[in-house]
């Protein structure tokens, strides 16, 4: 597996990875996922494209010989803070350690960017995986972010009680 920065041509098949990992029933193929609290997009294509061009952030794949696997974003913000998310696994590969290697990696470009501190949200009602983190050395903060209701660019909730934890680790 190689880990390496995303590319443009990258875009539509990472786009369908993140989709397919986060919504719908080819979500529910894999052990955690939030086709129950949402629907709609987690992403879209232009967001994704963004975010490649921007050199503050950083988003790796995970390439098994031209296969895209799995991504995550690591994001420089000011104070030596790495904020870590769109941590993806595609469902068929999920619980094979591939979560962990990504993790690893996206903490490894934050620590090389300058990062002591790594921080990420996580909507409230996902126990599984924040539990997941916690056994990986985040741990939560007490600080609740609101989720952005009303905004079908991150997807459109099945319920109003959604909302962000948050979790920090030092790196």
């Known amino acids: ?21 986060y919504r719908g029933d080819s979500a529910r193929r894999g052990w955690t996922h939030e086709a129950d609290l949402l629907d709609g997009q987690r992403t879209d294509r232009e ?18 010989e031209g296969t895209l696997a799995g991504c995550i974003c690591v994001t420089e913000k000011p104070g030596a803070l790495a904020y870590v998310g769109l941590v993806t696994v595609d469902p068929a590969r999920q619980g094979g350690g591939l979560g962990r290697d990504l993790l690893d ?16 949200t996580v909507i409230r009602q996902r ?12 741990a939560l903060t007490g ?10 660019r ?15 680790k030092p790196l």
């Open 105 to 120: 990696a996206g903490e490894a470009a934050a620590r090389a960017a300058g990062a002591t501190r790594a921080e990420m």
């Open 143 to 152: 600080e609740r972010r609101p989720f952005p209701h009303g905004d079908a």
């Open 127 to 138: 126990a599984e995986l924040i539990a997941w983190y916690e056994r990986r050395g985040y």
């Open 47 to 64: 967001a994704l494209a963004e975010t490649i061009a921007d050199p503050a952030q950083h988003l790796l794949v995970a390439d098994d």
């Open 1 to 21: 597996m190689l880990f390496r920065p995303a590319t443009s041509d990258d875009l539509d098949t990472l786009n369908a990875l993140v989709e397919s990992a």
């Open 154 to 168: 991150f997807g459109l909730p099945k319920t109003d009680a959604l909302e962000f934890v948050v979790l920090e």
